[in-house]
């Protein structure tokens, strides 16, 4: 056997193992009653260190030389090329080094829980203190193997092909007409009709049978996959077998079927990897970032446009069993685009979102970097928000402490909200000048051209590409803010 | 380090691959979607695989081995007979061979499917014989290892201490009194007042509620466990994350409740386990038989009690919203003790049950010793069915087609069920013994007592004794079929 096919055979192996990781921390979140977490957490650990200890194989290494030799197709070298990107991440740090991290951020994420609740963000602070000066550590470790700067390693995990620079590049582009751009909708939105709010309360089985009806509609197959509830909503499982979870409020219906749409746009990707390549690295998601395009896809740019609400209006009324002017798509509309200064980034509209994602960027490339200290992370916070976001938190509780992000040492994470954000929008308008009359087309819940068109152009393709061949491929250009900008003022100022 | 700490740490890990297979197994019953099963059996087979490495590994040898000159106390000596036995069982028989079985029993379960269907035993045959014919191999492997007889080596794996002499002991003793037994009950029956049958539908949200009560009620903390619905009822999960399922039939709301009973006592094993010994060998059920007789003692000897029927009638009333004469403790206790010779075991009352085991034992062991020919097996299934239960199929769907259990290559298995049976019994009366008016604690659903002293008395010693001494310490006798027909004479003939 040659020693590609040695390398596709391992990294099969490693990929069942992340599945079965994948399906219990779905079980953990969504059916596992309290009494189990103990043995859950370590049957957790033991499937990451045989994942780990597969991965880090010596004869990975060598199987990885010796294949550069051998005569590969496009696929299976773009197959390689994430082989040898993954090895990297988990060999390049010492197994010690990634032990100490785990348990230093696990206890970090605990303390955070509780003194989050009391505001007490000294309490963490030694804790977080720890947990950043170890990352900067495997920062530095992986920085070395990949040959880039440290926040740029840590970027490549979720990001790869995306510099700090390039981000600098965007992300001040972004914060240099953001802050006047929220100004300007807010001023607009004060001059225009205010919502009415929707009544509830909402039965939980209504909204359930709502949220099916919306998946079914986008193309999901409730063959290959599940909606359950879960505190926080998100995409699990495996590609055959995708574990959507979202979270009712039975006096807001809007936010958890705004939940689904998101995570429904997560789960098409997913459906839609290449078949011949499942649990192959080259059959996997492309990045985060793009990840998070196909989601803001089907919630922001399709989920919040009016024609969408022109379509879904009637089944909201139908299936919750409500008339009258708060149901018409026009305020529908008008609640699902409503823009605030707030100061929780989950809260945020799309508008204001980018500004969070920013403040928390800056703030975390500079911890990694020893330009902040932890104990100046509030100042900086309120000093950015005002900046971005234009309000400043009272206390640390709706401030720096906010997020699990940091708590739980995920550094490098952040941006790729926004980016995803973009790069939604320049998939969007590229739908757009293909289809002509995208609206129209929803309006009528007509969505198969658009999904097909994304699995064609981007679910199908996995890691065969890098992001920017992928976005350029599927609309003509390489990332590109101008498209999000665009979006943002046909949607919020012109109309 | 010792060789013995070692082996502990080693078995922790297999314990904890088991873990995860149990948890798989039990979503891939209750959850997934039928696009997930292709995926979760590769999963699967993963697992086992890692599992059956780690416990065929040479080095578990050499600490077993070690260890033997160790100075143990008792749990740890009898830890290293169990890891001892499993190893055995794993190791004697060639990886080859245990795949080839793998391979050819899948196929003889996917052919049965379809051909139990279309009433085809000739579609089947050759297939089961090939899964006889590997089976004898693994048998005859085994049998050397252990130095016992071929079928004697295949019952070890389930329950260990129990010969095949001495169950034609205890077998041909009930199959003596039994037939005469059936007859006498059947006629009996037919003198009294006969039941009134439970007019439905029955909602399933309101059998759902009613089961959990009844759990709740018998002690099972819900922190610890769910109960969900499956196609066949089961008892799956980890000792502190009891995974239950039943089956709600909409006409008939005692199939489902007794199906929840039945589970609900292996789970209040499971939960009881002695939690110092998690994780290891001893700290695991002591045997199938033990194991059923603690869902039959919750089912049969508790739950078909007259005193039980006392206690639940009115919460039938209240939580289905029914009365009448129906729903009278009587008639619910005439309805759960109804006899009637029937063709297929797993709808058999208690009193003809072991008629159908005692079959599936001879047959079983026929076959295993080469006695018995696949091509022979329907007449043979007749013959017996008409001896021991005193009815014949008209097909062999409904005869020797029943069962999946030789179709997928499980042999040794079924005398448990009867052993469980009487083990039940005997404990039930040890109970009466000791508590005195147990009939009088039931009727008012004081049931703490009883499940602590199983806690006590089974549970919590996991594997430290072998069955008979587990036996004999609780109720002052080893494994007595005396007892079981005590039982038997006194509920269906006595009252």
Redesign the interface.
């Given at each position: 056997m040659d020693a590609y096919q040695r390398l596709e055979d391992h990294f099969e192996?490693l990929s069942?193992?992340g599945?079965?990781i994948s399906?219990?921390r779905w079980?953990d979140a969504v059916?596992?009653?309290?009494?189990?977490a103990?043995?859950?957490a370590?049957?957790l650990a033991?499937?990451k260190r045989?994942h780990h200890e597969r991965l880090v194989d010596p004869r990975v290494a060598d199987w990885l030389d010796a294949a550069a030799d051998e005569e590969l197709d496009g696929w299976q070298q773009a197959n390689l090329r994430e082989m040898r990107r993954r090895r990297i991440h988990a060999a390049s740090v010492p197994a010690e080094l990634v032990e100490r991290f785990s348990r230093v951020s696990s206890k970090c994420e605990s303390v955070w829980r509780t003194a989050r609740s009391d505001d007490d963000f000294e309490r963490v602070t030694p804790h977080l203190r720890r947990v950043v000066k170890l990352k900067r550590q495997i920062a530095a470790a992986k920085a070395e193997a990949l040959g880039v700067e440290p926040y740029h390693a840590l970027l490549d995990l979720f990001e790869p092909g995306m510099s700090p620079e390039r981000i600098d590049e965007i992300f001040d582009e972004v914060a240099r007409f953001l802050p006047e751009l929220i100004e300007e909708v807010l001023q607009n939105q004060a001059r225009q009709q205010q919502p009415k709010p929707l009544d509830g309360p909402f039965r939980v089985e209504r909204q359930q049978k709502l949220a099916r009806r919306m998946m079914e509609e986008l193309g999901f197959?409730?063959?290959?996959?599940?909606l359950d509830t879960s505190h926080h909503p998100f995409c699990g499982?495996?590609?055959?077998?995708v574990r959507l979870t979202t979270h009712y409020d039975e006096d807001d219906v809007l936010r958890g079927q705004m939940a689904v749409l998101h995570e429904t746009g997560h789960a098409l990707y997913n459906l839609g990897l290449p078949s011949q390549w499942r649990n192959q690295p080259v059959g996997m998601p492309r990045s985060a970032g793009v990840h998070e395009s196909q989601s803001l896809f089907v919630e922001m740019q399709l989920g919040r446009s009016r024609a969408f609400s022109r379509w879904s209006a009637p089944l909201y009324q139908e299936i919750l069993d409500k008339s009258g002017d708060a149901w018409s798509a026009d305020n529908l509309y008008r609640l699902k685009t409503r823009v605030r200064r707030s100061l929780i980034r989950v809260d945020a509209d799309e508008v204001t979102y980018p500004a969070h994602v920013i403040l928390r960027y800056r703030l975390e490339r500079a911890m990694i970097e020893d330009r902040l200290q932890i104990e100046e992370l509030p100042a900086a916070w309120a000093e950015g928000m005002e900046e971005l976001v234009g309000i400043v938190p009272d206390d640390d509780r709706d401030g720096c402490m906010q997020d699990i992000h940091w708590m739980s040492g995920l550094f490098g994470y952040f941006p790729t909200y926004t980016l995803g954000a973009m790069m939604a929008a320049q998939l969007f308008e590229a739908a757009r000048e293909k289809f002509g009359e995208v609206d129209e087309m929803v309006e009528v819940g007509e969505f198969a051209p658009l999904i097909d068109w994304l699995g064609e152009t981007i679910h199908s393709k996995g890691c065969r590409l890098q992001t920017d061949e992928l976005l350029e491929e599927a609309t003509g250009s390489v990332l590109d803010p101008e498209y999000f900008r665009r979006h943002l003022k046909r949607r919020y100022l012109d109309a």
């Open positions: 192996e069942r193992l599945e079965v399906v219990l079980d059916m596992m009653p309290p009494g189990g103990e043995a859950r370590e049957q033991l499937l045989m197959d409730f063959d290959y996959g599940r499982g495996v590609p055959d077998d």
